[in-house]
């Protein structure tokens, strides 16, 4: 038994060295020189977080979102959060794309509801929707995604409809 733990301890440092480091280096992309990165996940959801723009008038206005794509993560959005960075938001793709409405149901910080059309462009802007409000607000024609952001960050940004998003 003896000869069996001094043979296995080697092995288990090894591995608790690996999983405290990080474990392999980062995968090298096919441009030399560039490390790939991996997804990102929101600490608090466990969403994967993307990079999303919004340009307008020719300036691009950058966020990381969490990506809620599963039925059970848009239901649940972003209720019962009480902060977001002022950068940071969260998107809801919807498959296939179709006239929306959302509500704040058990949301606590007020938020800027955007609706992007198929042209990926910003269809129409719910601004400051009240937190805890059951009133549905409504898109203004089909969109592939809705994206939520800080309430009043739209305008603070200059960001309203027709301006593009990419994510």
């Known amino acids: 038994m003896r000869a ?3 043979r296995l301890f080697p092995a288990l440092a090894v591995l608790c060295l690996a999983a405290v480091s990080g474990g392999c280096s980062p995968a090298v992309s096919e441009a030399p020189g560039k490390v ?10 466990g969403l994967a977080v993307v990079p999303l723009a919004v340009t307008s008038a ?3 206005h950058n966020f990381r979102v969490e990506l809620a794509r599963t039925g059970f993560e848009q239901s649940k959005g972003l209720m019962f959060r009480t902060a977001m ?4 938001g969260m998107l809801f793709p919807l498959n296939p794309p179709r006239m929306a409405s959302f509500w704040m149901k058990n949301t606590v910080i007020p938020l800027d509801i955007i609706y992007i059309g198929r042209d ?6 719910a601004a400051n929707t009240v937190p805890y409000s059951e009133e549905l607000v409504y ?8 994206l939520e952001l ?3 960050r739209a305008a603070e940004l200059g960001i309203g409809p027709g ?4 994510w």
Not at 36 to 45: D, F, K, L, N, V
């Open 163 to 166: 301006d593009k998003v990419t």
């Open 85 to 88: 960075g002022e950068d940071e």
């Open 36 to 45: 790939a990165q991996a997804r990102a996940t929101h600490p608090e959801s």
């Open 150 to 152: 800080n309430g009043g």
């Open 139 to 146: 898109s203004e024609g089909e969109a592939v995604a809705v």
């Open 120 to 125: 990926r462009r910003i269809l129409n802007i």
């Open 58 to 60: 020719g300036k691009a």
């Open 4 to 6: 069996a733990r001094s």
